[in-house]
């Protein structure tokens, strides 16, 4: 059973147009995150939902939208693709992020956009 | 917010010897420090953290030190195999009055045969 699974893997799409990131956890965590890795292997993260609500936003272009339908799914949106926005995108999810608990992220295997 | 800095960016080895990455944070909040390795075109994945509360963990090969004070904790690995080539990846986690794991830039280690 894959615990952080996404989809696509792959997602080759041009400038200006629309796409969706889907990323479903089943290891009952209640804290997910996406992650942004450029091809200098940065990991940066972009948001962090808890129970639903965004809890960090880590100033990101708001063409991106995340949204979170329950705990086990975090999808990310991304509106007029630029070329900029080429990258892997990792989704993560951990047991807590409250003061106290933290815990390991578990990831993705990842999403290559690339954006022509 | 937390910024974690690590070095070196690459690190060379022949098998056997030993890597020490290290790593440095920012935030004395941070009090989780965890260690992921990432193989080629896979997620990152845990291969040992340590708690704010402890100075030093081994697991077989590898071992994680922290010193609090100086807000530094390193990676070491012993007895490296070519299998160990991969690009590892320090955290700290306090990011903003939350608890976010935030990354390092990153180590490509490659163990030659």
């Known amino acids: 059973d894959t615990a952080v699974s996404q989809t696509p893997k792959y997602l080759v799409t041009q400038m200006g147009n629309d796409k969706s990131i889907k990323c479903e956890q089943n290891l009952g965590h209640d804290t997910m995150y996406w992650y942004k890795q450029d091809s200098k292997k940065f990991l940066k993260i972009m948001f962090s939902?808890?129970?639903?609500?965004?809890?960090i936003n880590e100033t990101v272009p708001n063409r991106f939208s995340p949204k979170s339908p329950d705990k086990a799914h975090l999808n990310l949106h991304i509106n007029s693709l630029e070329l900029g926005d080429s990258a892997v995108y990792f989704c993560?999810?951990?047991?807590?992020?409250?003061?106290?608990?933290?815990?390991?992220?578990?990831f993705g295997q990842g999403t290559r956009l690339t954006v022509v | 917010g937390e910024n974690v800095e690590q070095h070196p960016s690459t690190l060379s080895v022949q098998e056997g010897d030993s890597a020490v990455i290290k790593c440095t944070y920012s935030?004395?909040?941070?009090?989780?420090f965890p260690w992921y390795k990432q193989e080629l075109g896979k997620g990152p994945q845990l291969i040992i953290d340590?708690?704010?509360?402890?100075g030093e963990k081994k697991d077989q090969r590898i071992a994680v030190t922290l010193n609090k004070t100086a807000k530094h904790f390193s990676l070491h690995i012993t007895e490296t195999q070519p299998e160990d080539s991969a690009v590892y990846f320090c955290?700290?986690?306090?990011?903003?009055?939350?608890?976010?794991?935030?990354f390092g830039r990153g180590t490509s280690l490659i163990v030659h045969p």
């Open positions: 993560a999810s951990s047991l807590h992020s409250r003061a106290g608990l933290a815990a390991e992220a578990f």
């Open positions: 340590i708690r704010s509360n402890v």
């Open positions: 935030d004395s909040a941070s009090n989780y």
């Open positions: 955290a700290a986690n306090f990011l903003g009055g939350s608890y976010i794991p935030t």
């Open positions: 939902y808890n129970n639903k609500e965004l809890i």
